[in-house]
Structures are given as structure tokens and as C-alpha cells.
């Protein structure tokens, strides 16, 4: 990625529309572990990277089917919640439609 792309507002760097919803969502991890290069460890945790996908399976509540995808980020939002990003392996016009 650029600098030039960073310094864009996240509104102008998506790839596709965004709409809100307002129903649950559940992911399935397809694979029971992780392996990763360990980068540095304390006390109070680990950070390591690991190579290649964390594929995953999405349900998405009030749509028939499931969705395969792949995990690219999880953040800490605070006061014990997190947030979860799911890239979809095929785009699905029908969610924003």
C-alpha cells in the first residue's frame, strides 16, 4: 500500500459500498490452529504472524446460505468488545443490494 493510499480517508480507500445492518453475524474457523514466526512476548501476552489465510465460514442472520471468507483484522474496541473483519472469497452483491 502506498503512503499516498494511508493518508486517504478510509471512506475514500474502500473498494465497495458499505451499508449498516442490523441483524447477528457467526464465523467458523475452518482450521483448529494458528502457527505463526513469534515476534516478541511478555508477560501479559504474545504477538506472531502467521502466513497465509485463517479461513473462516460466515452466516450472516435473515440470508440463506453461508459465505466463505477469510479473517484480515480483529480490533480491540473496547470495554470487552471486539471487531471482526471478514473478506468475503467472492463478492456478493446481494448483501448491499
Known amino acids: 500500500m502506498s503512503e499516498n493510499h494511508r493518508a486517504?480517508?478510509?471512506d475514500v480507500r474502500r473498494?465497495?459500498?458499505r451499508v449498516a445492518m442490523d441483524g447477528n453475524v457467526k464465523i467458523r474457523?475452518?482450521?483448529e490452529a494458528i502457527v505463526g514466526s513469534?515476534?516478541?512476548v511478555s508477560s501479559q501476552g504474545v504477538f506472531f504472524v502467521s502466513e497465509g489465510r485463517v479461513p473462516v465460514t460466515v452466516t450472516?442472520?435473515?440470508r440463506d446460505g453461508d459465505i466463505s471468507g477469510e479473517l484480515v483484522r480483529i480490533e480491540n474496541m473496547g470495554n470487552g468488545q471486539f471487531?471482526?473483519?471478514v473478506k468475503f472469497?467472492?463478492?456478493?452483491d446481494d448483501l448491499v443490494g
Open 60 to 62: 450472516i442472520e435473515g
Open 29 to 31: 474457523f475452518a482450521t
Open 15 to 17: 473498494r465497495a459500498e
Open 38 to 40: 513469534g515476534q516478541n
Open 8 to 10: 486517504l480517508p478510509t
Open 89 to 92: 472469497d467472492q463478492p456478493h
Open 83 to 85: 471487531g471482526l473483519a
